[in-house]
C-alpha cells in the first residue's frame, strides 16, 4: 500500500530503475524510499510527513543525478570528444552504405584519406564530433565515386 501510494504521488519515483524491474537483487529507488518511510514511521513521523519526507528525499537525489548528467554533458560537448544522435545515425548510415558496397574497413578509410589529399584538407582526426559530420558525406561519395573496383575487396578464385 505505501508503494502504491508513494508511487502515485511520484511518477518519476515509480519509473525509476524499472529498466530493472524484472532483475529483483537490483535496488530501486522505490524500495529505498519505502525503507525511509517506514524508518520515518517508527520515529514517530506521521503518515503524510513520512511520505512526504520520502518523495523530497527521492527528488533532492534526483535533481543531483540530473545535475550531474548536465555538467557530464557540457564538458563532453566543449571538448569535442562526443557525437549527437544525429552524427551517430550518419555514420551507421555510411557504414550500412559501406557493407552493401562490400568495402572493408581499410578501404574505406585509403577512400577518405586520398579525397582529404585531393582536397589539401588537414589531417583527419579519428574520433571526433567534427570528424565525423565532415567525413561521413566525404566516405559514402567517395565510395560512390570509386565504384566497386576499389571498394570490393578482391575475391578468391
Excluded at 518511510?37 to 510527513?49: A, N
Excluded at 519526507?53 to 570528444?81: C, P
Excluded at 551507421?92 to 581499410?106: F, G, Q, Y
Amino acid at each position: 500500500a505505501v508503494r502504491e501510494e508513494l508511487g502515485k504521488r511520484s511518477r518519476a519515483l515509480a519509473s525509476e530503475g524499472m529498466r530493472y524491474y524484472n532483475i529483483f537483487w537490483v535496488q530501486k529507488p522505490l524500495d529505498e524510499m519505502e525503507r525511509k518511510y517506514y524508518q520515518l514511521k517508527e520515529s514517530g513521523i506521521g503518515h503524510d510527513d513520512a511520505i512526504r519526507a520520502a518523495l523530497e528525499m527521492f527528488h533532492t537525489r534526483l535533481s543531483g543525478k540530473k545535475r550531474v548528467a548536465a555538467i557530464q554533458a557540457e564538458e563532453a560537448k566543449l571538448s569535442g570528444n562526443f557525437i549527437t544522435m544525429r552524427e551517430a545515425s550518419s555514420v551507421l548510415s555510411a557504414l550500412v552504405h559501406l557493407e552493401k558496397k562490400r568495402a572493408t574497413p581499410h578501404h574505406a578509410v585509403e577512400l577518405v584519406e586520398r579525397k582529404a589529399a585531393l582536397a589539401s584538407e588537414a589531417p583527419l582526426k579519428i574520433g571526433t564530433a567534427r570528424w565525423v559530420q565532415n567525413r561521413t558525406v566525404t566516405l559514402a561519395a567517395a565510395v560512390d565515386a570509386d565504384g566497386d573496383s576499389e571498394a570490393t575487396p578482391p575475391t578468391a578464385v
